[in-house]
Nanobody
Framework: QVQLVESGGGLVQPGGSLRLSCVAS????????MGWYRQAPGKQRELVAA???????NYADSVKGRFTISRDNAKNTVYLQMNSLKPEDTAVYYC?????????????WGQGTQVTVSS
C-alpha cells in the first residue's frame, strides 16, 4: 500500500509564498509521475503542476511563472513552491503519485492541504 502525506498549506497574504511537500511511502519500486492538483469550492479538481520521471514538467497556464514543481527522488518527495500568490489560488491542494510496486501499478492521492490567500 502506498501512502501520501502532504504538508505546508496555510493562510498567506496576496503576493506571499508557500511551499507544499508530499512524501510517498510504502512498497514503492518506481515512480512514473508526481503532481499537484487543486480544487476550489464549487469547482472541479484541476491540474496545477506535474512532473515525470523524465524530468519533464507541465503547468496550468494560471500558475506559469509563479509556481515551481520539484522532486527529491531519493526521498520520494515532491514539492510545490508557490510565489506571488493570488486570492484565486485559494483551494485544497492534492498530491498525486503514479508508479509501481513489486506487484502492480498504482495511482494515489494525498489527503489534501488547504491553501488560503487572503488579506
Amino acid at each position: 500500500q502506498v501512502q501520501l502525506v502532504e504538508s505546508g498549506g496555510g493562510l498567506v497574504q496576496p503576493g506571499g509564498s508557500l511551499r507544499l511537500s508530499c512524501v510517498a511511502s510504502g512498497s514503492i519500486r518506481r515512480i512514473y509521475a508526481m503532481g499537484w492538483y487543486r480544487q476550489a469550492p464549487g469547482k472541479q479538481r484541476e491540474l496545477v503542476a506535474a512532473g515525470t520521471s523524465g524530468n519533464s514538467t507541465n503547468y496550468a497556464d494560471s500558475v506559469k511563472g509563479r509556481f515551481t514543481i520539484s522532486r527529491d527522488n531519493a526521498k520520494n518527495t515532491v514539492y510545490l513552491q508557490m510565489n506571488s500568490l493570488k486570492p484565486e489560488d485559494t483551494a485544497v491542494y492534492y498530491c498525486n503519485v503514479r508508479g509501481s510496486t513489486a506487484t502492480r501499478d498504482f495511482g494515489s492521492w494525498g489527503q489534501g492541504t488547504q491553501v488560503t490567500v487572503s488579506s
